[in-house]
């Protein structure tokens, strides 16, 4: 199994930025993807950023040029830089691991957007 833990989450003014910081440990297998879905009330879980260990990235529209996300293999830890922050970026975010253990889930880390 994989334990995703999560960090950074909080309450930040619109303009304003947070970083998230998820650390996986467990069953940990070198080629793996990583990143972060999130979920906002009423809304589906939708996809934000993806980053696979040979460091191939993908985002969701809605947060390309304000969103990075990065990893660091050695603490199989991956980050999300969320810059330019919108109160539509108002959710539950999610990390996610996915390899050939299987597909992992973090418990959420909240991030609301105030305007």
């Known amino acids: 199994q994989v334990q995703l833990v999560e960090s950074g989450g909080g309450l930040v003014q619109a303009g304003g930025a947070l970083r998230l910081s998820c650390a996986a440990s467990?069953?940990?297998?070198?080629?793996?993807?990583m990143g972060w879905d999130r979920q906002a009330p009423g809304n589906q879980r939708e996809l934000v950023a993806r980053?696979?260990?040979?460091?191939?990235?993908n985002y969701a529209d809605s947060v390309k040029g304000r969103f990075t996300i990065s990893r660091d293999n050695a603490k199989n830890t991956v980050y999300l830089q969320m810059n330019s922050l919108k109160p539509e970026d108002t959710a539950v975010y999610y990390c996610?691991?996915?390899?050939?253990?299987?597909?992992?889930w973090g418990k959420g880390t909240p991030v609301t957007v105030s305007s």
């Open positions: 996610n691991h996915r390899s050939l253990a299987g597909d992992y």
């Open positions: 467990g069953r940990i297998f070198s080629a793996n993807v």
């Open positions: 980053i696979a260990s040979g460091g191939s990235t």
